[in-house]
């Protein structure tokens, strides 16, 4: 029903040479609510060609169909999982696009650029967010230009939520669900500042993936309502 996506980095040595990497992880759940994680991918690039090979992977390996995915704003992403999932929807992780946008913001200001922010993705329709993101870009668009633009240019996917209930809503604007996964994996892989190759690497997160999951005995909270939700929203294809 929904498949997260979100990177941890690590450092690993190749060549000689420590470089940092970015080990992606996708976790779905299932229509019957229950969480597990479908894959790990080191990437040392972002594109839509290998996005679209992950994308490819996971339906060669018995995923048929998403109904929406929540994912960070990653080079290519959008287009992967059109060309491979046409039918799904795309939400962007609202809480890395304040990130994004705050990371340039003095910090005298920080504060007040992200309460003028939660105006817009706190809405309850996406129209009165759109009404507040361009309040937003009349008072902050001469100082921070690239802000609002960046909301501009992404808002058709960084407004799906807007159509959903608030449990939906708060399931898949953000990719929570996937960052308490990356805090478990960090806590086993910060006992080693640089991992040797690619494969001691993979081997110690498999493992540690194992643990995680034997730990998942229960379904996503308020998981009744969201299907019923989802039933509706998306009675054809899940008929």
Not at 49 to 61: A, G, S
Not at 178 to 207: C, G, H, Q, W
């Amino acid at each position: 029903s929904i498949v997260f996506m979100d990177a941890l980095i690590i450092k690993l040595r190749q060549e000689g040479v420590v470089k940092n990497v970015a080990v992606y992880a996708v976790i779905g759940i299932d229509l019957e609510g229950n969480k597990s994680c479908l894959g790990l991918y080191i990437s040392e690039t972002e594109s839509a060609k290998y996005w679209l090979t992950v994308m490819n992977e996971l339906k060669n390996r018995g995923v048929k169909e998403v109904l929406i995915f929540a994912v960070d704003n990653l080079t290519g992403i959008s287009s992967a999982i059109e060309a491979s999932f046409p039918r799904a929807e795309i939400q962007k992780c609202i809480v890395h696009q304040i990130r994004n946008s705050l990371r340039f913001v003095p910090w005298k200001q920080r504060k007040e650029v992200a309460t003028d922010l939660k105006a817009i993705y706190t809405a309850s329709t996406e129209s009165d967010g759109r009404q507040a993101l361009e309040t937003f870009a009349e008072k902050w668009g001469s100082r921070y230009p690239y802000i609002s633009r960046s909301w501009e240019a992404n808002w058709a996917e960084l407004s799906t939520f807007f159509k959903y209930t608030p449990e939906i809503r708060k399931l898949i604007y953000t990719t929570n669900p996937i960052e308490s996964f990356n805090r478990a994996l960090r806590k086993v892989t910060k006992t080693r500042s640089v991992f040797p190759n690619k494969d001691a690497l993979m081997k110690l997160m498999y493992l540690a993936v194992q643990d995680i999951q034997r730990r998942w005995t229960q379904v996503i909270r308020d998981w009744g309502a969201i299907y019923s939700q989802l039933s509706i929203f998306f009675e054809e294809r899940l008929r």
